[in-house]
């Protein structure tokens, strides 16, 4: 009888052997084909690098993946802050994997579009809640009046686009 992980639970019945998994395996292979894709890919190399953190006691690679946005060189890039999400500490915990790989994904599909101040006015004039027309912003996203909130009106249309 072959094992496929430690975690799985072998029976016997008929003769025939059944392997029960308490998820579906993630294999090194398939990181290391996913990690080759990602940063191959047209639409993600320029974003992504993929570097060597250290080898294993087997010798096998542990990577690492750095993400930031385009442009500029890796050292002016390498100078920001860094968050870092590591996954796969214990092997038989194959969910993590599938997480990690999932949340690589998110970061490679989406654009993120940020609005760090949507309504200057207000904070210029040193109002708490409202606009410079008196009014609470976060309380007329379905206006359709764009001279009297502009920010608003704007940040839907684009949404909506």
Not at 39 to 56: D, I, R
Request: hydrophobic residues 40%; proline residues 3%; aromatic residues 12%.
């Amino acid at each position: 009888m072959r094992s496929l992980l430690y975690s799985e639970i072998a029976t016997r019945e008929k003769g025939e052997d059944t392997y029960l998994a308490h998820c579906y395996l993630y294999t090194y292979s398939h990181l290391q084909c996913y990690l080759s894709r990602l940063t191959s890919s047209l639409a993600t190399a320029s974003y992504c690098k993929l570097q060597v953190l250290c080898c294993s006691l087997a010798g096998n690679i542990v990577h690492v993946l750095t993400v930031t946005s385009p442009g500029g060189g890796w050292a002016e890039r390498s100078a920001k802050q860094a968050v870092v999400v590591t996954a796969g500490v214990q092997p038989g915990e194959n969910n993590s994997f599938w997480l990690m790989q999932g949340f690589l994904d998110f970061l490679e599909i989406f654009v993120f579009k940020v609005m760090p101040m949507l309504n200057p006015d207000g904070v210029v004039v040193g109002n708490y809640r409202c606009s410079l027309a008196s009014r609470d912003l976060n309380r007329n996203y379905k206006t359709l009046l764009r001279d009297y909130f502009p920010c608003i009106w704007h940040t839907r249309n684009m949404v909506n686009r």
